[in-house]
């Protein structure tokens, strides 16, 4: 999981900029919401030291994975929403924004749970790092 200042960061943006569909909180995603709706997750997070000095004057750098998800009803034409994940990717690729830096986005890929519930999730990769200074 990111820190709270990413976390918080990332869910601002996302619901500053995004318009299409409701943005659902990670911890409120059910099979009773109704697609479509975007979430994210941080599958993948990591802290390393980068500088050394007096207490309050270290830097350490937080680099991970934020995952971008899209749910879609089921039995949907994949095509339209492809178009929905591209703004999406392009909403965090290479952007910096509250201490966030992030890079490339990956392109779309099916979720293989996809089969069970009542929606298909969508998602994309996007590397982010923040430095914390403590």
């Known amino acids: 999981m990111a820190s709270a200042s990413v976390f918080s960061a990332v869910q601002a943006r996302l619901e500053a900029n995004?318009?299409?569909?409701?943005?659902?909180?990670l911890?409120?995603?059910?099979?009773?919401?109704?697609?479509?709706?975007?979430?994210?997750?941080?599958?993948?997070?990591n802290e390393e030291q980068i500088t050394i000095g007096a207490p309050g004057q270290n830097v350490f750098r937080e680099s991970g994975v934020l995952r971008l998800v899209l749910a879609i009803p089921r039995g949907a034409?994949?095509?339209p929403w492809l178009e929905w994940m591209d703004d999406l990717r392009?909403?965090?690729?290479?952007?910096?924004?509250?201490?966030?830096?992030?890079?490339?986005?990956?392109?779309?890929v099916l979720d293989d749970r996809n089969d069970d519930g009542k929606f298909w999730l969508l998602s994309a990769a996007v590397l982010y790092d923040a430095d914390i200074h403590a």
């Open 18 to 25: 995004w318009s299409r569909s409701p943005v659902v909180n």
């Open 90 to 108: 392009a909403l965090f690729r290479s952007r910096q924004f509250d201490g966030v830096r992030t890079y490339g986005a990956s392109p779309a």
């Open 27 to 45: 911890n409120d995603v059910s099979e009773a919401q109704d697609p479509p709706w975007v979430t994210f997750q941080v599958p993948l997070s």
């Open 77 to 79: 034409r994949i095509a």
